[in-house]
């Protein structure tokens, strides 16, 4: 059996090599192995060393083929996006909370409409939901801005000269500020479903559970229809001060509701850019890292998003919320 006999039978896997590579190790191998005439006291030594040389070109050859085997292409595992919304709430279940005594939101709301004028406006404020450890709730709406969102309507805000668009700040020095919502109801999930803030954050936090306990509190005789009302809840559930791993739970339980996909990439209408639960109304936006829950976006019957709530941030501190001054009807207690 000759060297290369010997390579064919220790790679029997490996694509032979061409003709004319073979031809190249073979004159290497025979070039090494021409030795001159030698005394007899160094046969022996030159026999070791042509041997060697034989040893040595095997190798090269050996090299020169798994070099030219190419490499098996390796495919990219395919990750769904229901896949990465479960990463995304087992790293939110994970997220430690911070301590403190209130907890608050802070959404900016972003609204795009004519609203009486020859061009669209795009309105801004702020709203803040806060409760306290004493039953305390705080709630306030505060407009920003309005302004032209479009270069056509720019033109034609500037043309008209420019005139003062409101809902804005000072647009009512008498009421800066007012309560948007009923205080009484900051907890409320659904229709009859308005736990304290103690029942929320003992809820659980595994997906079957929660929507068993959830259920509980459904009456087919004052609600809508059993799994829209389950979604309701569980929609507000995500942005409430319940615990991280509930709200993980509730991603969950929204991405298996009827009229709900999940979807990836979502077009950043008003820079909410993540994961979504989406339906036909709106879509929910999620950090595709954090798990951490960014808005929603309000949808067109053609799947535009037309407005928008962006939580700017949400969690517990040790500070009082405190309302504008001049705010009405801006605290209560459950």
């Not at 595994?206 to 809508?224: G, M, Q, T, V």
Request: glycine share 8%.
């Amino acid at each position: 059996m000759n060297e290369f006999q010997v390579i064919d039978s220790v790679m029997p896997d490996v694509p032979p090599p061409s003709a004319g590579q073979l031809a190249a190790a073979r004159e290497r191998v025979l070039a090494a192995t021409r030795v001159p005439p030698a005394s007899g006291a160094r046969v022996g030594r030159q026999s070791w060393t042509g041997m060697a040389l034989v040893a040595a070109a095997v190798a090269l050859v050996v090299g020169v083929v798994v070099a030219l085997v190419p490499r098996p292409a390796v495919e990219p595992v395919a990750v769904t996006p229901l896949q990465k919304l479960e990463a995304a709430a087992a790293s939110l279940a994970a997220t430690p909370e911070a301590k403190g005594r209130y907890w608050r939101r802070d959404t900016e709301q972003v609204m795009r409409t004519k609203n009486g004028y020859a061009y669209k406006v795009e309105e801004r404020a702020m709203e803040v939901l806060a409760f306290g450890p004493d039953r305390e709730v705080y709630g306030w709406h505060e407009p920003i801005s309005s302004k032209p969102y479009t270069a056509e309507g720019l033109n034609a805000w500037r043309r008209d000269g420019s005139p003062r668009l409101c809902p804005a700040r000072g647009c009512d020095k008498n009421m800066p500020a007012y309560s948007s919502v009923d205080l009484d109801a900051g907890l409320e999930l659904a229709d009859g479903l308005n736990p304290t803030l103690t029942q929320l954050r003992s809820l659980p936090e595994e997906p079957a559970a929660l929507r068993e306990r959830l259920l509980e509190s459904y009456d087919p005789h004052a609600a809508a229809e059993r799994e829209s009302w389950l979604a309701g809840a569980a929609s507000r559930l995500i942005n409430s001060p319940a615990t991280p791993g509930t709200r993980a739970a509730a991603y969950l339980l929204l991405a298996k509701a009827p009229g709900i996909k999940v979807v990836d990439d979502v077009p950043g209408t008003f820079r909410l850019d993540g994961l979504a639960l989406q339906s036909k109304e709106e879509q929910i936006v999620i950090d595709r890292r954090t798990g951490r829950f960014l808005g929603r976006q309000r949808l067109t019957p053609e799947g535009v998003a037309w407005s928008a709530e962006i939580v700017r941030k949400a969690g517990w501190s040790d500070v009082r919320p405190a309302p504008p001054a001049g705010c009405v009807r801006c605290t209560a207690r459950l």
